[in-house]
């Protein structure tokens, strides 16, 4: 069992900057995968970025060019480092764990960005 625990979400004003954290408990083994995924009202889940264990980065579309994702693997923690916010990156994000074919997800933290 993994447990993860978000924290960083609020309330931000476009062109401001949110980060992230999200920590992992419990058994986690080497060569996971760690990830933030959104989701807004409305819409499906979906890929915001992902970080191997190795640092390999992967980055939605929308979010390339102003969103980071970082990890300490001494931790189990990954960051998100959210840059030049816009409206649309509203929603509740979740930190996802994937090793092996477990998967484990966070309980959310909202992000609002408005005016």
């Known amino acids: 069992q993994v447990q993860l625990v978000e924290s960083g979400g609020g309330l931000v004003q476009p062109g401001g900057s949110l980060r992230l954290s999200c920590a992992a408990s419990?058994?986690?083994?080497?060569?996971?995968?760690m990830g933030w995924y959104r989701q807004a009202p409305g819409k499906e889940r979906e890929l915001v970025a992902q970080?191997?264990?190795?640092?390999?980065?992967n980055l939605g579309d929308s979010v390339k060019g102003r969103f980071t994702i970082s990890r300490d693997n001494a931790k189990n923690t990954v960051y998100l480092q959210m840059n030049s916010l816009k409206p649309e990156d509203s929603a509740v994000y979740y930190c996802?764990?994937?090793?092996?074919?477990?998967?484990?997800w966070g309980q959310g933290t909202q992000v609002t960005v408005s005016s």
């Open positions: 419990g058994t986690i083994f080497r060569g996971n995968i």
């Open positions: 996802r764990l994937l090793q092996g074919t477990y998967i484990a």
């Open positions: 970080i191997t264990s190795r640092g390999s980065t």
